[in-house]
């Protein structure tokens, strides 16, 4: 561990470099306020290094899905403080690698921080005796809606649970490239109106494939119908299934040619600025949906997950789980959410101040976790 008089070094560990944007936007966003903060040394853990060192700039990248147990160790005992997070890291499936570096951690004596998580689905009991024992030993945690503490709780966590709010909130919109929009093949005579797909996996193991496209192509051909828009599909995770989901919905789509998926490579902040475009939005995965909240873009939610149910409920917005969804049920809500888009606009703004100062309160916390530990240091 390093010493009182030199810059704390701080370690990031989370599910970086899998060209993810929202958790390349929870990562820019947590260095971001260290660095506005605190004078800090950063080493990220990533599952890609060179995609890491490329898009943040910090000290140190790690690539720590390659190492051993004992490179790892080495890796982490230079460190003053490990944080594991954001997002929604601890489901089935996973939490056996984020929780390795942790109870590494806890091994050696090196204080843990968990930012702004969220967490399930947690059916496996050895996975939840892991998060259990893991957890219990961690310094802070902070999660970013209140079904993670509510779960965390269930599972047998007893360490103080502090509900903060999700990073990418105080994300800050980047200049896109020039003439983005044109390539993109997006007509600005038409309104935009962005959709939002995600594949299933571990994270969501109940998504019906079937039954989402099916809805997601029938809102998109009446959204065309009633008001003349073309659909512009956001592929937030490109190295996985969104792009083949997007062009799946397409594919069923009666008013394919006023469809199109994006092509290009944003970085969160570029993305950000993109989505300023839109008119209205429909989507799924959650860093869409800030980031159209972010740009008073109203839009309609298809909650999934719990983390998405979080989210709609801290902006007072209503929306049943995906599942029992129908066609006309979701046509019907969108038809209405767009005669009423302007209110929708004007509700959401009231409503994410309050968002946002609650993820500004998870850096406060760690600052207060740092001044504790500089303390123990004091010789």
Do not use: C
């Amino acid at each position: 561990m390093g010493t009182l008089n030199e810059v704390p070094r701080v370690g990031i560990s989370g599910s970086y470099g899998g060209s993810n944007l929202g958790d390349e936007a929870i990562l820019q966003a947590i260095i971001s306020q260290l660095r506005n903060s605190l004078p800090v040394e950063i080493t990220v853990f990533s599952r890609d290094d060179e995609d890491t060192q490329r898009r943040h700039q910090v000290e140190h990248v790690v690539p720590i899905r390659k190492l051993t147990r004992a490179e790892a160790r080495a890796e982490v005992e230079r460190l003053d403080l490990l944080i594991l997070g954001g997002g929604g890291i601890l489901y089935n499936g996973e939490v056996e690698s984020y929780l390795r570096e942790v109870m590494l951690a806890h091994e050696i004596g090196v204080p843990v921080m968990l930012y702004a998580i969220s967490a399930g689905p947690l059916v496996v009991s050895a996975t939840r005796q892991l998060i259990r024992d893991a957890l219990n030993k961690t310094a802070l945690i902070t999660v970013r809606d209140r079904q993670a503490r509510k779960l965390l709780e269930e599972v047998g966590v007893e360490q103080p649970i502090h509900v903060t709010a999700d990073p990418a909130l105080l994300l800050e919109p980047e200049p896109l490239p020039l003439e983005a929009l044109t390539r993109e093949g997006l007509d600005t005579r038409h309104r935009l109106v962005g959709f939002s797909v995600r594949e299933p996996g571990p994270a969501a193991p109940d998504i019906d494939i079937q039954h989402y496209h099916a809805l997601l192509a029938h809102a998109a051909d009446f959204l065309v119908d009633r008001n003349d828009v073309q659909i512009v599909f956001v592929s937030m995770e490109r190295k996985h299934l969104d792009l083949q989901q997007s062009h799946a919905v397409v594919a069923q789509m009666k008013h394919a040619s006023r469809a199109a998926v994006l092509k290009g490579e944003y970085s969160p902040g570029q993305l950000l600025s993109l989505v300023s475009h839109f008119e209205f939005a429909v989507g799924m995965r959650l860093h869409f949906l800030i980031f159209t909240a972010l740009q008073g873009v109203p839009f309609v939610a298809l909650p999934y997950a719990t983390k998405i149910a979080g989210f709609i409920e801290d902006l007072g917005l209503e929306m049943p789980p995906l599942e029992q969804v129908s066609t006309g049920q979701l046509i019907a809500y969108i038809d209405r959410s767009w005669d009423t888009r302007h209110e929708v606009r004007a509700h959401i703004q009231r409503a994410l101040p309050a968002l946002q100062e609650r993820a500004r309160e998870t850096l406060g916390l760690a600052a207060d976790l740092f001044s504790k530990i500089a303390a123990t240091k004091d010789p």
